[in-house]
């Protein structure tokens, strides 16, 4: 079976809604800037999604400005703004949208009664009329209008249909049935949708969305049941991440319709071939690690990625293995350069990679490559990926790593110094000594810009194989009272912690630390915004 | 809804199998030892699991070696062993459970045309005659035996409906359906299986049981199918782990039958309580690390796991969470000692974790609490945890870090010195630069023990939070053609590192590398293991 299948009729396409600029940025620790969210957008409509998410505008002045950019910047997918019923999330909704060619507002309530009780602490005659209110005034500013009742599958599916019927009737193009908890089953998400097509004559003339939290880990199997059921469109992250145990992963629904689609005859029009480094980029800007055994991105869903090729599959592939892992874009790139490859060579293999760099950017990153070709025989794909993305997180900081020293060992306390540039140019220097280099570096940081911070989580991987593998390190800090985090790109681990310690307290102290941390921990009481659907 | 649930009667009852030893360690780059096998398998009987399918006895001296260590050390569970039909496979098999009080055989042949034609290279005729012969032969020393017949959801069902008859005709007390290749969806596993109830009439009167790939991301709901289409059986594993994309994760489907228990009166007997344990311990010994998204055991699984409360979770929890986070084991252990704590509260506090430490183990034990409770304010559950296991993976090697130094900096060339005591006792330095101190670090230990390694995975996570909190390092390498990976816990990541890299080092040289690295990378041809169910 291929990837490179025929195209697909209309009524067999299933679109593809990438949330994972909404639902999957809303996770714990999660700090995207706008650049890094256009950059995520860039590649979401290269993989050929249908509509990206881009954020959820009232919530932040940060996340207006990023879904302004990704409505100014990013071509072909529609671009998608989330609001609450009340008026002034659709207007800056639509604010924010609104420059894009195929703007859509995507406005949600809760039917459930447990939420309309302890969540929204009104009764159902309200919700029907915020309901019918807000798909009405989103019509007004836009053609294109999404309505989702929110907690659906624990709701009663007569009063479910009735709130959709007055969306369906006041305009919405898409209703869309959340599994916000992740609770249901295949079967009684088929039932649930079943009853609402028997409930509801209208939604047959609309587009029925599903969107599947994994907490029982069914979301991919509760997608799939309501795509047999009749929708058409399915709400998605790559990585499967979003809140708590997060959403449907966007790889897995996709290679599930595109391996079985000779048996039930849908499919997406996803470019499968670039899952694999969509993966990568959002793995790496957001932090989250894609564990292993992950399906279809994992580093051993393919068991020739690692290596290792079972006797099966010497013999014939398709004895245990059911997808090509040049379908999902592992091994497609063979790109290989060298200490002696010209600044014209990089940028062909930037290009190659989807990256359009010039000018500075392009000074700059040539200057990376050489310092990195100087130390790793070749440098790959990866390792150009991993730089490009550096730089760019590199442009937005206020805070640089100028230089540092370390010593340490198992007969000598440890001892950091190092040097800072705040944003103003003029560096500070720090020292300190630790539990080990790394958290005597941190110190030192923290005495250089005179704040302290705690430490959250700190994580490190390898980009690629080898013992000159680039190390990639993410940190997450609370320094005033927020929650924010950077990553550093070295082949030395421990320059790349110091520069993700010091971007993340950049972060941290320029406001771009993370939303819930700002808005819940800090003022629970207030706490004004609902995970969404 | 609490985990505390009632008992459940005999026929409503899924019994759990755990082939996190067999399919899950058959994943690459995963090498326990048996020190460690015995202590998941330990852990697995704790948290109630009713049968342990501990290892492939036929496929290595090692494998044998720990399968014959579970059977005379864990009480409680079945213990399993996994056979092809040859006969010297049943005998190795038996001969290394025949110790324990419940053994079980887990004889299998491929039944789909595609394996029979291209792996096992022979006919429908030949796969009846060596079930038939491999099951008279497993009752023949075991009361208790399994059959499966691999990749059965690509296979014509009548044909595997005959082969099943036969091992039932032959004794075989559970008949396994693996849907090897992760392929197939809910509704064709239930069709699948309830053709076979009528094809087999035997069936009815053994205990079909379900083992499912998780290649699409299905795994979980197909075996939440398979058991409402009367499985009483569901093979899985610890965080998903197993070949490929992996198992059905046993704490999923677990989880799931508890949470959804009401409406279909289905359930196991696992002491829900202690999954998260056991999740972090696997997570810790094979060097597997669990993505903060994963359901049921992730980091954010649980919104306030993570620090951050919602909005609807603080009003009322079941608005958007549908466990309860003590219910699967976080935030249950109060545990945390501090530096005046003596050796009595460490004895107490490791008995309430479940590990019983005496002797010369707890002076060793009380020596790195001691060590690290100078360096932390406080020393919790998790940190008992990460100690104790690096203790026990200590006393399994040969080498063993005995110091090192290292100066590194962004203004310097790193470099880096280490001693390391050798299997006899006396010491060997080295020295060497690097790309940085890690590297140099690795360089300086290749120096000493005068190996050339190649770093084949390189992690590091933190244990906890805080700027005191242990690292975590998995090295994985290659020296002497074999793949092996070691695992180091200290405060100061360079250390970890070291001692990781040591550790890995030396599981190389002593022949405890990985399996398939060794079987198949370096003798392709001979190739002689199928990966299993």
Not at 154 to 164: K, S, W, Y
Not at 300 to 310: C, D, K, L, T
Request: aromatic share 6%.
């Amino acid at each position: 079976m291929s990837a490179q299948t025929e195209s697909v009729d209309e009524a067999n396409r299933v679109e593809i809604f990438d949330t994972t600029l909404r639902d999957g940025e809303q996770s714990p620790g999660i700090s995207l800037n706008t650049q890094e969210k256009v950059e995520i957008a860039t590649q979401l409509a290269r993989l050929g999604v249908d509509v990206i998410e881009a954020g959820f505008p009232i919530t932040s002045p940060g996340d207006f400005e990023a879904v302004t950019a990704i409505s100014q910047n990013v071509q072909g997918p529609v671009i998608c703004g989330l609001a609450r019923t009340q008026k002034a999330d659709i207007e800056a909704a639509w604010g924010a949208i609104k420059d894009s060619a195929r703007p859509r507002i995507h406005t949600f309530i809760s039917t459930s009664d447990i939420h309309i009780e302890h969540q929204l602490q009104t009764d159902r005659e309200d919700v029907k009329g915020q309901a019918k209110a807000a798909v009405a005034h989103a019509r007004e500013l836009c053609e294109d209008v999404e309505f989702s009742p929110m907690d659906a599958t624990r709701a009663d599916v007569e009063f479910t249909a009735e709130v959709c019927a007055i969306a369906i009737a006041e305009g919405a193009g898409v209703i869309n049935i959340p599994d916000t908890v992740g609770y249901t089953t295949p079967d009684e998400y088929t039932a649930f949708l079943g009853r609402l097509y028997e409930l509801v004559p209208g939604l047959a003339d609309v587009r029925l969305s599903v969107h599947c939290h994994d907490d029982l880990g069914m979301a991919v199997a509760n997608s799939f049941a309501g795509v047999l059921a009749g929708a058409r469109q399915v709400e998605c992250a790559i990585n499967g991440i979003g809140e708590r145990a997060g959403n449907c992963s966007l790889e897995e629904i996709v290679m599930l319709l595109r391996t079985r689609r000779v048996d039930h005859g849908l499919d997406t029009t996803v470019v499968t071939e670039e899952l694999a480094r969509t993966s990568r980029m959002v793995s790496r800007f957001t932090g989250y690690a894609v564990q292993p055994n992950k399906a279809i991105v994992g580093r051993n869903a393919f068991a020739h990625e690692s290596g290792i090729h079972q006797d099966g599959v010497l013999k014939e592939r398709t004895t245990f293995e059911i997808m090509d892992a040049r379908d999902v874009g592992f091994e497609s790139n063979q790109i290989v350069l060298g200490k002696h490859s010209g600044r014209h060579a990089l940028q062909d293999a930037l290009e190659q990679l989807g990256f359009v760099v010039e000018g500075n950017s392009l000074n700059q990153a040539f200057k990376r490559f050489k310092e990195l070709a100087d130390k790793k025989k070749q440098v790959t794909a990866l390792d150009l990926e991993a730089i490009v993305s550096d730089e760019m997180r590199e442009a937005a900081q206020g805070y640089d790593l100028a230089w540092f020293e370390v010593e340490a060992g198992t007969r000598r306390e440890p001892v950091a110094r190092v040097g800072i540039t705040r944003p103003d140019g003029t560096e500070a220097s720090g020292e300190s000594g630790g539990d080990g280099p790394v958290d005597a570096v941190f110190g030192a940081i923290q005495a250089a810009v005179e704040t302290e911070c705690e430490l959250n989580q700190y994580t490190v991987s390898a980009v690629g194989e080898g013992d000159d593998a680039l190390g990639e390190v993410t940190v997450m800090l609370r320094a005033h009272g927020r929650l924010a985090s950077g990553q550093g790109v070295s082949t030395d681990i421990i320059e790349a912690s110091a520069q993700a310690y010091v971007r993340a307290l950049a972060n941290a102290l320029e406001g771009a630390a993370i939303r819930e941390a700002e808005s819940i921990v800090d003022d629970a009481a207030a706490a004004p915004y609902p995970p969404g659907p």
